[in-house]
């Protein structure tokens, strides 16, 4: 039966905007398949959005867990500053270089952006380091990449995809390493990155499903949803640089095959 982890989860996750400090603990290598929601893995965003651009409120009530999925939603349901409520999970721990991956699917709609990345900023106490892999749903055959360093953004790009990111689970992953970065979707090399400007921080995992009514350039006019709409997330995984391929899955056994 559907539940949502906010329901669960709500109070801690009111803690996860300002309490991240330099003290967090560093990950090592896991896969999450959501058999179960582990607060001690993962907190909500909830009860604040990232600025004006963002037309929509982080809520507990967004995030819902199935067995063996996370699903985010973005809905109309107003709070007292919002039309519409969006998810957002991320982990409590950072995670320094190595493989990052994800199985997803996303939704649809036209000024909405479903994003697996990793991020570290001066909510923590550092400076802003960031790497990207976002589907903007208003074109559901491509993805976008990207790093920021220091607050400035860097290695933009876009590539298309076989099938769209809404009819298909797609395995989004990055192997990042001293001066080198590699993204892959379904074990394909897409962008290889190799400059002496990356990210060198340990981050935070993010997944995000959000709106905006401003940055239609980018994320095209948005669409008022008739139905909620959805991201769904299978499972995710990071092992860390040096260590073998952990499961069949992964983009390592893929390259190591190759």
Known sequence: MRRSVGVALGL???????????????????????????????????????????????????????????????????????????????????????????????????????AFFTYIGPVHGERHDEIDFEMLTANVNEVTINTYVDGKPHHGDVHPVAKPTNEKFYVYSFIWEPGRLRWFVDGELIKDVQDPVLPERPQKIYFSLWGTETL??????????????????????????????????????????D
């Open 12 to 114: 801690f996750s009111v803690l996860a905007a300002g309490t991240a400090t330099a003290s967090d603990p560093v990950g090592t290598t896991f896969r999450e398949d959501f058999l179960s929601f582990d607060p001690a893995r993962w907190y909500i965003s909830d009860g604040w959005s990232n600025g004006d651009h963002q037309n929509c409120q982080w809520s507990a009530s967004a995030v819902e867990h199935l067995p063996g999925r996370v699903i985010l939603e973005f809905l109309e349901d107003p709070t007292p500053t919002h039309t519409y409520r969006c998810g957002e999970i991320q982990t409590t721990a950072r995670f320094g270089y190595g493989t990052f991956e994800a199985k997803i699917k996303t939704d649809d709609g036209s000024g909405l952006n479903a």
């Open 216 to 257: 239609n350039d980018w994320m095209g006019p948005f669409d008022p949803p008739a139905r909620p709409k959805q991201m769904e997330i299978d499972w995710v995984a990071f092992t860390t640089l040096g260590e073998p391929c952990q499961f069949d899955e992964s983009v390592l056994c893929k390259i190591a095959v």
